[in-house]
């Protein structure tokens, strides 16, 4: 943080209403300098000042491309690693609440990745067996990781056509952190059993799997999970489609095979609204992600008689989403216009190289 830079903490107080002047204002005194990227699952009071709307490829694709000197990301912390990392160096990545991480992003850990690798290698040669992907909604090292080891990242958008090509490479994969993703993409995508994937449990030595078990498997699976796609549960989907035999289902394939299965379609943020607005007028859909992305879906399109519900009878937003709020964003933009730069996100030079490689093999399979 520069030394004068604007303290938080009188931000805190400021109502919605004067937030929302106050971003306007100090975006029109920015101009062309900053980028505000908003991912589908931010709130509305902020998702409305984003220069930029879109899921995880999207996003990283646009910050990719970003000719401002600040990106100023509402999403969270790894979405602002990977534009700090495909960006120019000169270019400035900002999230503007630290806290705001992914707490499936967590669920996987480089030491503890590395460590899986040892363990693989006491039963073969990982290197030469095994392809490691990881989910973009990691940390950068497991990026530069995947990288190191011939390995990539994937989105949800893209996880099946980035499973092919890992294939192609060796005969097996390491699918971390979300089993689900892995699960439904390598199921759904490319027709490989349930009884070909094990589950790598991080907790236990060798991921708790037996030598034979891990010699037979051609999807390993790390026993990691998004705690608010785990709420829909496939009597949600019974429920909906008792009461509405002609309503369609989608979810968003961080859900369980059990849900992605009784679902109609399944995809990323992006795709679900793709489909959800390309339908016909007076269609009603249960959707299976996260509720801010959801409640702006049924209003967008309320006006053509569609009712667009959320498939858990619960509310259950992501909370690290949620911490970007208009305060933290008009603190940011407000610092920026007084020349500081406040909540940079800077990876390290080699682990940003690696994991810009990672990411790279992964825009070169995805169309
Ligand atoms: P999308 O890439 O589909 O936007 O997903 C990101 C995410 O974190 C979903 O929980
Ligand atoms: Fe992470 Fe789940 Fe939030 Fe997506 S919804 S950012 S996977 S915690």
Same mark, same amino acid.
């Given at each position: 943080?520069?030394?004068?830079?604007?303290?938080?903490?009188? &931000?805190?107080?400021?109502?919605?209403?004067?937030?929302?002047?106050?971003?306007?204002?100090?975006?029109?005194?920015?101009?062309? $300098?900053?980028?505000?990227?908003?991912?589908?699952?931010?709130?509305?009071?902020? &998702?409305?000042?984003?220069?930029?709307?879109?899921?995880?490829?999207?996003? @990283? $694709?646009?910050?990719?491309?970003?000719?401002?000197?600040?990106?100023?990301?509402?999403?969270?912390?790894?979405? #602002?690693?990977?534009?700090? /990392?495909? @960006?120019?160096?000169?270019?400035? @990545?900002?999230?503007?609440?630290?806290?705001?991480?992914?707490?499936?992003?967590?669920?996987?850990?480089?030491?503890?990745?590395?460590?899986? =690798?040892?363990?693989?290698? %006491?039963?073969?040669?990982?290197? @030469?067996?095994?392809?490691?992907?990881?989910? /973009?909604?990691?940390?950068?090292?497991?990026?530069?990781?995947?990288?190191?080891?011939?390995?990539?990242?994937?989105?949800?958008?893209?996880?099946?056509?980035?499973?092919? =090509? #890992? &294939?192609?490479?060796?005969?097996?994969?390491?699918?971390?952190?979300?089993?689900?993703?892995?699960?439904?993409?390598?199921?759904?995508?490319?027709?490989?059993?349930?009884?070909?994937?094990?589950?790598?449990?991080?907790?236990?030595?060798?991921?708790?799997?037996?030598?034979?078990?891990? %010699?037979?498997?051609?999807?390993?699976?790390?026993?990691?999970?998004?705690?608010?796609?785990?709420?829909?549960?496939?009597?949600?989907?019974? $429920?909906?489609?008792?009461?509405?035999?002609?309503?369609?289902?989608?979810?968003?394939?961080?859900?369980?095979?059990?849900?992605?299965?009784?679902?109609?379609?399944?995809?990323?943020?992006?795709?679900?609204?793709?489909?959800?607005?390309?339908?016909?007028?007076?269609?009603?859909?249960?959707?299976?992600?996260?509720?801010?992305?959801?409640?702006?879906?049924?209003?967008?399109?309320?006006?053509?008689?569609?009712?667009?519900?959320?498939?858990?009878?619960?509310?259950?937003?992501?909370?690290?989403?949620?911490?970007?709020?208009?305060?933290?964003?008009? =603190?940011?933009?407000?610092?920026?216009?007084?020349?500081?730069?406040?909540?940079?996100?800077?990876?390290?030079?080699?682990?940003?190289?690696?994991?810009?490689?990672?990411?790279?093999?992964?825009?070169?399979?995805? /169309?």
């Amino acid at each position: 943080m520069a030394v004068n830079a604007l303290a938080y903490q009188t &931000f805190d107080d400021i109502s919605d209403s004067e937030c929302e002047q106050r971003i306007l204002s100090a975006k029109a005194a920015l101009g062309e $300098r900053v980028v505000i990227l908003g991912h589908h699952y931010q709130r509305d009071e902020v &998702f409305r000042h984003a220069d930029f709307s879109g899921d995880s490829l999207k996003l @990283s $694709r646009q910050a990719a491309n970003s000719e401002a000197d600040y990106i100023v990301f509402c999403g969270v912390h790894f979405m #602002a690693e990977v534009a700090d /990392i495909l @960006s120019r160096p000169e270019q400035v @990545s900002i999230l503007p609440d630290l806290s705001a991480g992914c707490a499936m992003a967590d669920m996987a850990n480089l030491a503890n990745v590395e460590r899986a =690798w040892q363990e693989i290698a %006491k039963v073969l040669d990982p290197d @030469s067996h095994v392809t490691p992907i990881t989910y /973009i909604n990691s940390a950068a090292d497991l990026k530069a990781f995947c990288g190191r080891h011939g390995g990539l990242v994937c989105t949800s958008t893209n996880a099946g056509q980035v499973m092919e =090509w #890992a &294939f192609k490479q060796r005969e097996k994969v390491l699918f971390f952190p979300d089993q689900h993703l892995g699960r439904n993409t390598a199921f759904s995508k490319l027709g490989i059993s349930l009884s070909e994937m094990v589950v790598w449990d991080f907790s236990q030595p060798n991921g708790g799997l037996s030598k034979e078990q891990i %010699k037979k498997a051609k999807v390993i699976l790390w026993k990691g999970f998004c705690s608010v796609h785990q709420m829909f549960k496939p009597e949600h989907i019974d $429920r909906f489609r008792a009461m509405y035999p002609e309503g369609k289902v989608i979810s968003h394939p961080e859900a369980s095979f059990e849900v992605c299965q009784k679902s109609d379609y399944v995809g990323s943020t992006e795709y679900i609204i793709k489909t959800v607005r390309e339908s016909a007028p007076g269609t009603r859909w249960q959707v299976g992600t996260e509720l801010n992305l959801v409640n702006r879906l049924h209003e967008q399109c309320e006006h053509e008689g569609k009712v667009v519900e959320f498939m858990a009878p619960t509310v259950c937003m992501c909370s690290t989403m949620f911490r970007i709020d208009p305060q933290h964003l008009v =603190w940011t933009l407000e610092n920026l216009v007084e020349g500081n730069v406040v909540n940079r996100i800077k990876v390290d030079k080699t682990e940003a190289e690696l994991a810009k490689l990672a990411l790279e093999r992964m825009f070169e399979v995805s /169309i």
